[in-house]
């Protein structure tokens, strides 16, 4: 069964950092899809940034040139480096998997597993 753990969320003043983690198990795939996504309170779910296998990118037009997305192969990492934070980007971020590496963008509809998420929120 495919588990995904958050963590490293917190609370941050505008122009600062997080590193968000989703360590990954039960996952056995050869090749996937891997995708941070947020919700804010009132608002549907977002997607963020993807991976896939090979290190593909892709990143939402509003967190581009800030947001870095990056996995760790060797300890079933997936990492979110949030630089340079505004108070928009407050919401709860959820990690999310889906078996194939084809069509690997960050849209709800892609994945299968879901983590639990963790809160990131900034003040102004």
């Known amino acids: 069964q495919v588990q995904l753990v958050e963590s490293g969320g917190g609370s941050v003043q505008a122009g600062g950092s997080l590193r968000l983690s989703c360590a990954a198990s039960?996952?056995?795939?050869?090749?996937?899809?891997m995708g941070w996504f947020r919700q804010a309170p009132g608002k549907e779910r977002e997607g963020v940034a993807a991976?896939?296998?090979?290190?593909?990118?892709s990143y939402a037009d509003s967190v581009k040139g800030r947001f870095t997305i990056s996995q760790d192969n060797a300890k079933n990492t997936l990492y979110l480096q949030m630089n340079s934070l505004k108070p928009e980007d407050t919401a709860m971020y959820y990690c999310?998997?889906?078996?194939?590496?084809?069509?690997?963008?960050?849209?709800?509809?892609?994945?299968?597993?879901w983590g639990q998420g963790t809160q990131v929120t900034v003040s102004s």
């Open positions: 991976i896939d296998s090979d290190g593909s990118t």
């Open positions: 999310a998997a889906a078996g194939g590496g084809d069509w690997c963008i960050p849209s709800v509809i892609r994945y299968n597993y």
């Open positions: 039960g996952y056995t795939y050869s090749s996937y899809c």
